[in-house]
């Protein structure tokens, strides 16, 4: 019976968790130890005490060889905390979880930086998501996120439409996929990145479970960026395992009338590093030779004019077509053209006022 087997089968032994298996581990050396323990002798560890029962009722249960081959099954892999390849920067967590299930590539070693933000997003917390995703990725830096619905997934998205490395941390089993609507996206990361969650096949979506799972998105980061965040957002709770963890925090400000911006302006009045574009992270978190240059130009498929429109746009919340012919110094014919097929290719888009706004460069990309 090996050792991780057994650390496999107290991770699904309910009421223990986290701390109490890192007490047992402790306590009896190691994992296969603990599951040969009885009643008697697992009731003496610090925390154990009267659980000691029902551990043994739920051991007696688990029938291990059934739970590889249904682990199998779902093409679902796992790493515990005793395997050599267990991320440090995990483990050094003061709770990390004995158990890591994932999908696709395991990719826990690169360098990454975590982006988090309210699942009631806006448009513009979705742009700058979606933006400060694809830069990281494009200078080599994975981006970890938890693939909620609004600045999660869209953290996600400009990763791996930069072609760069991503990592989903889920709240439930890797079997169960959560937000639905993000089927297409999960298997997307699992071919290019890597799905993972400390929670075993069929366990469901449910509420206490997010809060948890925050620890390892902040846990495997070198920094974590908050785009968007009311006053009560789960957002916070992350910032604050971050702070807790020595992570470094960077905040997106936002509109000071928006719900949304309500978390993220007070994390930068207590000390987060305001962030206005991607050099902000890189400068605090890494030396420049850690950081893979990318060669390739972020306008594949863009004129000259073009390139210089969406440069300007890039930078602003939004310019009407006069503000870009002073700008520009181009002819107001010339202008229009430029903002036609930008709008046609869906690089930019066209608001109320006559005012544009720039998207993203996923067209200029594979789709996903």
């Known amino acids: 019976m090996e050792e991780r087997n057994c650390c496999l089968g107290l991770s699904m032994i309910k009421g223990l968790g986290s701390i109490r298996i890192a007490k047992l581990l402790k306590h009896?050396?190691?994992?296969?130890?603990?599951w040969q323990a009885d009643e008697r002798e697992l009731a003496v560890v610090e925390g154990i005490g009267s659980l000691a029962a029902e551990i043994v009722k739920q051991r007696d249960k688990i029938k291990l060889e059934k739970v590889l081959q249904r682990i199998r099954s779902l093409n679902i892999n796992f790493i515990t905390i005793n395997d050599q390849a267990y991320?440090?920067?995990?483990?050094?967590?003061?709770?990390?979880?004995?158990?890591?299930?994932?999908?696709?590539e395991y990719i826990l070693d690169e360098s990454c930086v975590a982006i988090v933000g309210s699942r009631k997003s806006t448009s513009y917390g979705r742009k700058i998501a979606e933006k400060m995703g694809y830069e990281l990725a494009q200078k080599g830096i994975t981006v970890v996120s938890g693939m909620a619905r609004g600045i999660d997934t869209h953290g996600h998205l400009g990763s791996l439409k930069a072609k760069g490395k991503t990592i989903a941390v889920l709240g439930s089993g890797l079997d169960i996929i959560y937000p639905p609507e993000n089927n297409e996206l999960f298997n997307e990361i699992q071919h290019r990145g890597m799905v993972i969650s400390?929670?075993?096949?069929?366990?469901?979506?449910?509420?206490?479970n997010f809060p948890q799972r925050n620890r390892i998105?902040?846990?495997?980061?070198?920094?974590?960026?908050?785009?968007?965040?009311?006053?009560?957002?789960?957002?916070?709770?992350?910032?604050?395992?971050?702070?807790?963890?020595?992570?470094?925090l960077f905040a997106i400000p936002g509109n000071i009338n928006r719900t949304?911006?309500?978390?993220?302006?007070?994390?930068?009045?207590?000390?987060?590093?305001?962030?206005?574009?991607?050099?902000?992270?890189?400068?605090?978190?890494?030396?420049?030779?850690?950081?893979?240059?990318?060669?390739?130009?972020?306008?594949?498929?863009?004129?000259?004019?073009?390139?210089?429109?969406?440069?300007?746009?890039?930078?602003?919340?939004?310019?009407?077509?006069?503000?870009?012919?002073?700008?520009?110094?181009?002819?107001?014919?010339?202008?229009?053209?430029?903002?036609?097929?930008?709008?046609?290719?869906?690089?930019?888009?066209r608001e109320a006022g006559n005012k544009y706004i720039f998207l993203g460069l996923q067209n200029l990309l594979k789709p996903l």
């Open 87 to 104: 991320p440090v920067s995990l483990k050094n967590i003061y709770d990390p979880p004995p158990v890591l299930f994932y999908k696709g």
């Open 260 to 349: 949304q911006s309500e978390g993220t302006n007070k994390l930068i009045k207590e000390g987060a590093k305001l962030v206005s574009s991607v050099n902000d992270i890189l400068e605090e978190l890494f030396i420049y030779s850690e950081i893979e240059e990318h060669n390739q130009t972020a306008y594949p498929e863009l004129s000259a004019d073009e390139e210089d429109v969406v440069k300007i746009l890039q930078e602003e919340a939004e310019l009407d077509i006069n503000q870009l012919i002073e700008m520009t110094e181009k002819s107001p014919a010339v202008i229009n053209t430029i903002l036609l097929k930008l709008e046609l290719k869906g690089i930019i888009s």
């Open 28 to 34: 009896f050396g190691s994992p296969l130890r603990v």
């Open 198 to 208: 400390e929670f075993p096949p069929g366990t469901k979506p449910l509420s206490g």
């Open 217 to 248: 998105i902040s846990g495997l980061s070198k920094g974590v960026l908050v785009v968007e965040a009311s006053s009560r957002s789960g957002s916070l709770i992350t910032a604050s395992l971050a702070l807790e963890q020595g992570r470094e």
